[in-house]
Each structure stands twice: as structure tokens, then as C-alpha cells.
Nanobody
């Protein structure tokens, strides 16, 4: 089993920045990819960003490209999401996820392990 714990959410004004962290523990040897998803109020969970755990290659949702950056330290088993130029539409619960398969990197159903989520609210 893999345990994931997110931190770093909060309230920020439009145009501001936040950095989310995801600490991973447990059986990590088979982890292939990790990702960030988010669930806005009243909406489905959606893909934000993903990173290949060994190579560090990244992919982003179009809505966050050029504003968000995903990174990882696989020595210390931590992933981050640096969020800049935040907009009200970025308001959501942000989830960290991990998977040990090579299925679609964009689909939440392909991820086996999830954190509890951290709230990000962008408002003036």
C-alpha cells in the first residue's frame, strides 16, 4: 500500500501563489507516475498535472499550463505543485494521486492511491 498526504492549501487572492506538497510513504518501489487532480465545487474531479516518477517528465492540463509546475524528489518521496497567477476558477480541493501502471495518465480511474485532499480557495 501507498499512503499520500497533501499539505499547503489555503486562501489566496487572485494573482497570488501557493505551493502544494504531497508526501508519499509505504510500498513505493512500483510507483510509475504521480499526479495532481482537483475537484471544483459541484464538479467532477479533473486532471491538473502529472509527473513520471523516475524520468521526471511532466504533462499539464491546458487550463494550468504556464502557471503551474509539478516537480518531485524521489529520494525523499515528495511531489510538489507550484501554482502561480492563481485565478478564482482554480478554487477546488486538490488531490495527490499515484499509480503503478502505464494506463492513461490523464484519467483519475487509472490511479490506485489517493490522498485526502487539500482545499485551495482563490478569492479577494
Amino acid at each position: 500500500q501507498v499512503q499520500l498526504v497533501e499539505s499547503g492549501g489555503g486562501l489566496v487572492q487572485p494573482g497570488g501563489s501557493l505551493r502544494l506538497s504531497c508526501a508519499a510513504s509505504g510500498r513505493l518501489t512500483n510507483i510509475y507516475r504521480m499526479a495532481w487532480f482537483r475537484q471544483p465545487p459541484g464538479n467532477k474531479r479533473e486532471f491538473v498535472a502529472t509527473i513520471n516518477w523516475s524520468s521526471g517528465n511532466t504533462n499539464y492540463a491546458r487550463s494550468v499550463n504556464d502557471r503551474f509546475t509539478v516537480s518531485r524528489d524521489n529520494t525523499n518521496n515528495t511531489m510538489w505543485l507550484q501554482m502561480n497567477i492563481l485565478k478564482p476558477e482554480d478554487t477546488a480541493v486538490y488531490y495527490c494521486a499515484a499509480k503503478d501502471n502505464s494506463g492513461s495518465r490523464y484519467m483519475a480511474d487509472m490511479y490506485d492511491f489517493w490522498g485526502q485532499g487539500t482545499q485551495v480557495t482563490v478569492s479577494s
